[in-house]
T-cell receptor, first 115, second 112 residues
């Protein structure tokens, strides 16, 4: 069964450093997403991406964040200058179509720890 | 804006007990509704979904019915197993916005 994969599973970085989180969505999917979950809190939407551009972003997704689909398979989330409060589990998701019904498939997540 | 509220946990049950997790939502129009499950150390897995009023989603013995009149999507299972121990998230999707909005999650612990 096709699945979304994410690397690395755990990333530790120093405050102020840049990190890139990588995702390989399901191959025939067209919509891509990033969500995050701060420990013990709810899953929060960050950004959605379609046709090589951002289609929706949340207030959390400020200028420190960017997304890219550098090739036909990867989807990346870059945080330019990490802060302590960026420590969270980051989930990538993909879906085949928008509109109802809409089913997003999630990867296993990357745990980001900012020291 | 859209929001999802679900009962706080943890919910601790004995094996074979009946499980209910309440979920209510606020949204305009007709969102699609989902339950996701997160097992320890893993990502989010879709458990079941419903796309219109009175639809019943079901999977692995879990059920939830989309109730437009009460804006609810409560999750139920008649006889839980230890392997059902996980965090359960209720979520809604609206095409305008193209994103899932999650509830806070409910941790369920099933003891043998």
């Amino acid at each position: 069964e096709p699945e979304v994969t994410q690397t690395p599973s755990h990333q530790v970085t120093q405050m102020g450093q840049e990190v890139i989180l990588r995702c390989v969505p399901i191959s025939n999917h067209l919509y891509f997403y990033w969500y995050r979950q701060i420990l013990g809190q709810k899953v929060e939407f960050l950004v959605s991406f379609y046709n090589n551009e951002i289609s929706e972003k949340s207030e959390i997704f400020d200028d420190q964040f960017s997304v890219e689909r550098p090739d036909g398979s990867n989807f990346t989330l870059k945080i330019r200058s990490t802060k302590l409060e960026d420590s969270a589990m980051y989930f990538c998701a993909s879906s085949a179509t928008s509109g109802n019904p809409h089913e997003q498939f999630f990867g296993p997540g990357t745990r980001l720890t900012v020291l | 804006g859209n929001s999802v509220t679900q009962m706080e946990g943890p919910v601790t049950l004995s094996e074979e007990a009946f499980l209910t997790i309440n979920c209510t939502y606020t949204a305009t129009g007709y969102p699609s509704l989902f339950w996701y499950v997160q097992y320890p150390g893993e990502g989010l897995q879709l458990l079941l979904k419903a796309t219109k009023a009175d639809d019943k989603g079901s999977n692995k013995g879990f059920e939830a019915t989309y109730r437009k009149e009460t804006t609810s999507f409560h999750l139920e299972k008649g006889s839980v197993q230890v392997s059902d121990s996980a965090v359960y998230f209720c979520a809604l999707f609206k095409a305008a916005g193209n994103k899932l909005t999650f509830g806070g999650g409910t941790r369920v612990l099933v003891k043998p």
